[in-house]
């Protein structure tokens, strides 16, 4: 791996550490206090719902996500890319390879602030998920065409879940997720089998998800007032797809190297 290579990998894993750091100290939810309301076993609903939701999207969203961006454009773009740094390898060049990928990350926040925020003011909590999922999931799809990745396998769904786990995990759970993700992504870019099954990853994300926006969905539910809970899919969308950004990157260069 030439210079330019190794010092953008090394400041993609230290942006990885901050933010994992950050995450790890971040303040209780601003919902905490309703927190000893919520139903029992809406969280079990709520995991099942964000599993129900992967399977109907995968199974049927993918197709319809497609048609809302240029999946051709984005992975030529990223050829034209990649063929300016075989002349020369610079951090600039470098930078300007996930350019694109960064722009999902923006272009998706309206997207779900937007989702959230009108559904809450009805008081729609539960059946929003379905639509965040897919507006997430077209995010991540957008990252790792910016790359030169394909998402319909299911190495490649399994990889992508495994990213949503790890987003929203802490301690020796986040490392374990990230160590499993960066062993799916090799065995990937390899050829290997995926050393996950789809079922499992699809298992561990709704679960993530889950503990992370239970209070939110609970309070987005509550007519008016439950736009607060919406708002909620903002943080959530911008954690994931920033760091599947800077994983897919991560990909990219030890691709190249």
């Known amino acids: 791996m030439d210079r330019a290579s190794r010092k953008r990998l090394a400041r993609l894993q230290k942006q990885e550490a901050r933010t994992a750091a950050k995450y790890e100290k971040a303040k209780p939810s601003v919902f905490a206090s309703v927190q000893d309301k919520i139903p029992d076993g809406l969280r079990d609903k709520l995991e099942l719902a964000f599993r129900k939701g992967f399977q109907l999207v995968f ?86 065409q910016s790359f030169g990745f394909a998402c319909e396998s299911g190495g490649e769904r399994c990889y992508l879940l495994l990213l949503i786990a790890a987003s929203l995990s802490k301690g020796e759970e986040r490392e374990r997720l990230a160590a499993l993700a960066d062993d799916t992504a090799q065995a990937l870019d390899r050829g290997g089998a995926c050393p996950a099954a789809l079922d499992e990853c699809m298992d561990v994300a709704a679960a993530r998800l889950a503990d992370e926006m239970l209070t939110a969905k609970f309070v987005q539910g509550m007519p008016v007032v439950g736009i607060a809970g919406g708002l909620q899919n903002v943080p959530v969308y911008r954690r994931v797809t920033s760091h599947a950004a800077r994983a897919y990157e991560k990909r990219a260069l030890l691709r190249r190297g």
Do not use: H, N
Request: aromatic share 6%; charged share 30%; net charge positive.
């Open 59 to 144: 199974e049927k969203g993918s197709g319809l996500i497609d048609k809302t961006y240029d999946a051709d454009k984005l992975r030529q773009e990223y050829e034209e890319r990649e063929q300016a740094l075989s002349g020369r390898t610079t951090g600039r060049r470098l930078r300007r390879l996930g350019a694109r990928s960064r722009a999902a990350v923006r272009g998706g926040t309206g997207i779900a602030l937007a989702e959230g925020a009108v559904l809450g003011v009805f008081g729609i909590g539960l059946p929003d998920i379905p639509l965040f999922l897919a507006g997430l999931l077209r995010g991540m799809y957008r990252i790792a």
